[in-house]
């Protein structure tokens, strides 16, 4: 499982150093949306490249009919969060014919999906709002700030979702259950930003799931029918996730007995099956000039510990 | 690859299903290794001597010849000193005597000559939690050694694929296997709490579920009592020995799924003359297996 080619670990390192350099574009816009702030300079967002553009995918964004929601959808509007996502997936090579649709709307759940090629990826106003309720009001014990939860439990929804689009599209084989391979999905590329972007999204989405699993009681048998793990199973996965990918970052899981000392040493396994199903699935479906592209707009990444810029 | 299951059934029900040497010298898979390894511990001797005499090993080789390996790799039945041990990459097959003795035991739940709700014999939950773990365990191998991509949980992917090689044995062997295979995760009275959902495994529950869906997805008539609809109690209670219908209505996708993920990774490294000389043989299962 860990016999990556040279070719693909150079692919790998484009990936790590390009395409991660728009995903960390498109988490701060996703964090400033969320809490309200501009994290970046204004000629950043004035600044566009037509070459990161991808006519195949669309994005819309959907009037809320409540005007509790109302912020939220202005925020959106305001920090471009789509505009910013379209950017990250522009380098996908869409299959002639699809159309990746991306619309952010009020659901009337606490929810986000997938709901095929027709209609595309659904991200809810609900989703957020919810994080931030669930959100630490000050940093815990554990080192979960509330910008982390927050930011960690929307990204990790948006890029779950977004990982069913890409296992539909491009027909990837999954013999897992799909809800884990999604979340791994997201974890993968939550890690892929240097250590400052995954310190300050994984343990957020593991904290989310951590949250929802120990306010639950036991669960009767046909609870675990579903076809989604229980909360704790999925908070543990991006724990594992974070410690495989950089076991000097996320040490103090294993030290603090966030992640038990059964797991632990397997993480790094687990992270490299990840990497190597990411790599053979879903890089060749990545345009490599597009790659290139990204890895020129490296100003754009945000220096890792910038104070947020009050507008 | 369906008579592999054929074999291994043979050996859990305890049928002897030796094979002609002329057979068995056409069909083997020169990449499997196989060993028994003596137990330590009497207790586990009987289990031992059946499984040698029963040439389980041997059928596994027999019916694993379509498959093209890369590398060898060793399967093995032997004590571990712990109730099971998983696959490492690289590392042996390894079935452990505690383990078929675990299955036994909870086998023993079900009265001699009677069946569950859901209609598992005592013979059915031998089988089939026997054959899953062998099939489970190999194919972790197949993954490691034929480098799969893997998306998913790879413990989770390996019962995926051990459920969808039970059903290429044909419906009625196929409904013992996988009820069988359920079963055994049913009837598990384990209690996960906290740091128990660290394990990489899924809960016996979630298995069990999954078992009975990957059933119920390929064919909807066949199983259908797999599903609450179709199984409601005598007083129309509700039975937790069966799919929830809002898990059922998803089986089909799940099923489909798995069976491209199987046709576009491992169907290449299969030989298809191979694969027809094997399926020619249709005596694997005898009237008194499990006994």
Known sequence: ?311 | MRHILFALACVAFGVGGALTPAAAQELQNSQVEIAYVEPANATYRPIYERLRARQVLEELRFFLAPLRLPRKVLVTIDQCDAPDRAYRPGGPVTVCYEYVQQLRELAAKIPADSKTQRGVSRGDAIVGAFVQVVLQRMSSAVFDILDIPLWGREQDAADKLAGFLMLQFGTPTARKLLNGAAYFFEASDRTWTGSDFSDTRGTEAQRFYNYLCIAYGEDRRTFSDFVESQGMGRRGEQRLDVLPEARAARCPKEYADLKWAFDSTIMPNVDQDLLEKVMARKDWLRADDGR
Not at chain 1, 241 to 270: I, Q, S, W
């Open chain 1, 1 to 311: 499982m860990s016999g990556n080619t040279p070719h693909m670990n150079r692919a790998v390192g484009l990936f790590s150093q390009g395409l991660v350099s728009v995903l960390a574009i498109a988490v701060l816009a996703i964090a400033a949306t969320l809490l309200g702030l501009a994290l970046w300079p204004d000629r950043l967002a004035a600044q566009s490249a037509p070459a990161l553009t991808n006519d195949q995918i669309e994005i819309l964004y959907s009037e809320p009919n409540a005007s509790y929601f109302r912020p939220i959808y202005e925020r959106y509007k305001k920090r471009q969060v789509l505009e910013q996502l379209k950017e990250f997936l522009s380098p996908l090579v869409l299959p002639p014919g699809i159309t990746l649709r991306i619309t952010a709307k009020e659901c009337g759940a606490v929810n986000s999906w997938w709901s095929g090629r027709a209609s595309g990826l659904f991200l809810c106003y609900e989703w957020p709002d919810f994080a931030e309720r669930v959100a630490p009001l000050d940093i815990t014990g554990d080192g979960v700030t509330r910008e982390g939860a927050v930011l960690g439990a929307f990204l990790q929804v948006t890029f779950h979702e977004l990982g069913h689009a890409m296992f539909d599209i491009y027909e990837i084989p999954v013999f897992g259950r799909e809800e884990d391979a999604a979340d791994q999905m997201a974890g993968f590329i939550l890690s892929q930003f240097g250590r400052g972007v995954a310190r300050r999204t994984l343990p957020g989405a593991a904290y989310l799931w951590q949250q929802l699993g120990n306010s639950d009681g036991p669960w009767r048998r046909d609870a675990f029918s579903d076809e989604h793990g229980h909360p704790l199973q999925r908070a543990y996965n991006y724990l594992c996730m974070a410690y495989g990918a950089d076991p000097e970052t996320f040490r103090h899981y294993v030290d603090d007995g966030l992640l038990p000392k059964d797991r632990a040493p397997n993480c790094a396994r687990e992270f490299r099956q990840i990497r190597a199903a990411f790599v053979q699935t879903m890089l060749p479906h990545i345009d490599p000039v597009k790659l290139r592209l990204v890895q020129s707009r490296n100003d754009w990444l945000m220096p890792e510990g910038s104070e947020p810029i009050p507008k």
